[in-house]
């Protein structure tokens, strides 16, 4: 993936909010892949409009692994969903290299929560080759090489010929990891993938992440309600405030790894994250 980064590395200055000026091309700085600019997001019933995000704004850049954090109904399923281009913002705009999103494409993958994620007839090698030939990204030995590929990288290659009901929910999540990076997307997004698993698994498959984004390092956007598994799985953290969501600040978590849970410096973030999260909005 080292050309996604080379790609990236070129400044095309972005225009920022109304009235800005475009700026000459700064070849120090890299422009951030992905910018989330000022969104709102919202559901519009007919009775009543639900507002899910308030005025959120965000960079990632290339190769970073950043959470979204907070709690339940604050909006981070909404904000995955609007930047890979199925919800359009009430307000703002969300950009990936410099250009506006607009619609779903193949340099955005989700991976969601749920383990029904893969389609039960097709073999396991046949899920991850699907996308790339539903998208004509590759003929099919090609798909199917790249899918072994990536099916060997989460472990799975013994795994490639059997249906998905034949496998665990940790490996079922493996599979959509393949899935999502065999097609080599600018940002993966990923919406609690672990939240359904048991505690041992849902560790063993954080420490499978992080060991994959040092092989790969793919750009992550990861969304988790757990403190403990933003600190372990980010490198940044965006604090969301409960509903509707708004950033109420941005955590450095390069220090922490699986290895740092028990320490007094990952439990003492750990709790300044809790109470940034649960204070109320009048003493931020
Ligand atoms: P999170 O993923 O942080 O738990 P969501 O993004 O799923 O939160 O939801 C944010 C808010 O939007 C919640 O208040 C939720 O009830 C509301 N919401 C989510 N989906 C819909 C929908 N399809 N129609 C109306 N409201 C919705
Ligand atoms: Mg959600």
Same mark, same amino acid.
């Given at each position: 993936m080292a050309e996604l980064v080379l790609r990236n590395a070129v400044s095309a200055a972005p225009l920022r909010g109304p009235g800005a000026v475009a700026q000459p091309l700064r070849a120090t700085v890299p422009q951030p892949l992905l910018q989330v600019d000022g969104v709102s997001l919202e559901?519009?019933?007919?009775?009543?409009?639900? /507002?899910?995000?308030?005025?959120?704004?965000?960079?990632?850049?290339?190769?970073e692994r950043y959470v979204l954090l907070g709690p339940s109904g604050c909006g981070?399923?909404? &904000?995955?969903? %609007?930047?890979?281009g199925f919800i359009p913002p009430v307000e703002g705009e969300i950009r990936l290299d410099g250009r506006r999103v607009t619609a779903p494409g193949p340099d955005r993958i989700v991976v969601f929560q749920e383990f029904d994620q893969l389609p039960?007839?097709?073999?396991?090698?046949?899920?991850? +080759?699907?996308?790339? &030939?539903?998208?004509?990204?590759? #003929?099919?030995?090609?798909?199917?090489?790249?899918?072994?590929?990536?099916?060997?990288?989460?472990?799975?290659?013994?795994? %490639?010929?059997?249906? #998905?009901? @034949?496998?665990?929910?940790?490996?079922? @999540?493996?599979?959509?990891?393949? /899935?999502?990076?065999?097609? @080599? #997307? /600018?940002?993966?997004? +990923?919406?609690? #993938?672990? %939240?359904?698993?048991?505690?041992?698994?849902?560790?063993?498959? @954080?420490?499978? &992440?992080?060991?994959?984004?040092?092989?790969?390092?793919?750009?992550?956007?990861?969304?988790?309600?757990? !403190?403990?598994?933003?600190?372990?799985?980010?490198?940044? !953290?965006?604090?969301?405030?409960?509903?509707?969501? /708004?950033?109420?600040?941005?955590?450095?978590?390069?220090?922490f790894d699986l290895h740092s849970t028990g320490g007094a410096e990952f439990q003492a973030t750990a709790q300044r994250i809790h109470h940034l999260l649960f204070e109320e909005e009048t003493s931020v």
């Open positions: 559901y519009r019933t007919p009775e009543r409009v639900v /507002r899910a995000t308030h005025r959120v704004g965000f960079d990632v850049h290339a190769a981070k399923s909404t &904000l995955l969903k %609007a930047i890979a039960p007839w097709k073999t396991v090698r046949e899920n991850v +080759m699907f996308p790339l &030939l539903a998208s004509r990204t590759l #003929p099919r030995k090609e798909a199917s090489e790249r899918a072994l590929h990536y099916l060997d990288k989460v472990g799975l290659s013994k795994f %490639a010929d059997v249906h #998905p009901h @034949q496998l665990s929910g940790g490996m079922k @999540q493996r599979v959509a990891i393949a /899935r999502a990076l065999a097609m @080599q #997307p /600018r940002v993966l997004l +990923m919406d609690e #993938p672990f %939240a359904a698993l048991d505690a041992l698994t849902r560790r063993k498959m @954080q420490e499978e &992440l992080l060991a994959l984004w040092d092989e790969v390092r793919f750009t992550l956007l990861f969304v988790t309600h757990s !403190i403990e598994e933003a600190l372990v799985v980010g490198s940044r !953290i965006a604090l969301l405030s409960p509903h509707p969501g /708004r950033m109420r600040a941005e955590i450095n978590s390069h220090a």
